[in-house]
């Protein structure tokens, strides 16, 4: 019964995202929804941002193990990432009318700074995406009792996901993250209320967590030791901020006021919600504190399932696995899309300028098709945890995104070659303390790529100038208003 609900869930999933795709005819509708999308809509989509594997297995997992500050980065980093993003995209990006944030470097700065960031972002999905393939690969071997290998379930997952991502686009990922976000809620809160009982209460497992220590959460009086958990936190804050798919799902909504009020709506729910697989997980160690204390030193990602699976009857199993795979694809999705999106627009698109609109969308597909073929490789060979796998995504865009996004919106002498200059300078700091040092470095790598990023900016961008070119200062978000206007028209006209 638990093998056939989930492959109706699947096919009808699947059946959802290919009638979306009908409604697709143009490149704008595939990237951004055509910037048609309602309050609720937005609002789901925001919450799906995150809402994916990290937070159903590799969350709540770390939670039980670490407590809340082994989670700053994700829920507490993530959701500021959401709110932060919303004010800063809805108030600075929505009106340029754009489809990537590459698009937004070029107008800003130049090509070279538009293609090198872009490179950024694209390389930052490998660990994102990945993680997402490798959790359905999980779910599929623990649903079918390992009839299905984990590697099989990978491969299955990555073909379903990818079939109506090609064709439907960011309108497919809309209108299943709004389906979707009702699975997900009613799903996960109907089986905290199951495994509460046998756990005797929602008190008794809070009272156990907080005597355990659980829920302390910032670390001792150690300089050190807080460098790594604000070094935890920043990463996911702000090397978040820069990535295409928080763009997309902020910028498709219908107005910049619902573009803002979504973006805090989805991310006051998700930091909200993050704590019910926490509670779920965490209620598995009073319920069968031998089997899960094994569970923790070998595979802590497989708590939850096994809890569902050993202790609740079948329809909350398949209410728990459809709530999963809800998330799951979710976020999939949508970060299989943004990369390719990103590719097409910032790389491909510049080497043949006056291609058309009907071409250019097969392109986008085809970079799909491509880009999942990458990840799932990846996500095939490595050995890293979800949650390590989406806390390690961002630092590459930290280092290396971050500060010419901001710098460049907020500060008006920002320059292209303090662009540059704060790109490979955040990109080499960074990856030479990483690789020298590693997790022996008292003060985290990204951090120290993100200091030099700044001073990078700064330097570059009030030295004499001899790369690139400087727009007015006057008013350089109205020049750039006016800039995208007329690359509109020009990409318009026959």
Known sequence: MLI??????????????????????????????????????????????????????????????????????????????????????????????????????????????????????????????????????????????????????????????LTYTTFGGMLSVAILDFVQMGVIMGGMLYIASVVAVPAGGVETVIQHASAAGKLDFFPEADPWKWLTFLGAWVTMMLGSIPQQDVFQRITSAKTQKIALGGSILGASIYFCFTFVPMFIAYSATLIDPELFKGLLETDSQLVLPTLVLQHTPVFAQAIFFGAVLSAIMSCSSATLLAPSVAFSENIVRGFFPHMGDHQFLKV??????????????????????????????????????????????FWKRATTQGALAAIFGGLASWLLVETLIGEASLVPPQLIGLAVSMVGMVAGSLLPQWVGHKLPAEDIHEALHHRAAAETHHANQP
Not at 4 to 19: A, P, Q
Not at 133 to 148: E, H, P, S
Not at 386 to 392: D, G, L, P, R, T
């Open 364 to 409: 986008m597909r085809a970079s799909i098709v491509g880009f999942a073929v990458v990840v799932l490789g990846f996500a095939l060979y490595s050995n890293a945890s979800i949650f390590k796998m989406v806390e390690n995504a961002y630092k590459v865009t930290l280092a290396g995104a971050f500060v010419p996004l901001f710098f460049g919106a």
């Open 4 to 161: 056939w609900f989930v492959v109706l869930y699947l096919l009808v999933s699947i059946g959802i995202g290919l009638y979306a795709a009908t409604r697709v005819h143009s490149a704008k509708d595939f990237a951004v929804a055509g910037r048609h999308l309602p309050l609720p809509v937005v609002t789901a989509t925001v919450f799906a941002t995150w809402f994916g594997a990290e937070a159903v297995f590799g969350v709540s997992a770390t939670f039980v193990k670490e407590g809340l500050g082994g989670v700053v980065a994700d829920p507490f980093g993530s959701s500021m990432c959401l709110i932060i993003a919303g004010f800063f995209f809805a108030s600075k990006l929505y009106k340029l009318n754009i489809l990537t944030l590459g698009d937004y470097f070029r107008l800003r700065y130049s090509r070279s700074v538009e293609v090198l960031t872009t490179l950024c972002i694209v390389a930052s999905y490998l660990g994102w995406v990945s993680a997402q393939i490798k959790a359905l690969g999980l779910v599929f071997n623990v649903v079918t009792n390992d009839f299905v290998s984990q590697t099989a379930g990978m491969i299955l997952g990555a073909a379903i996901v």
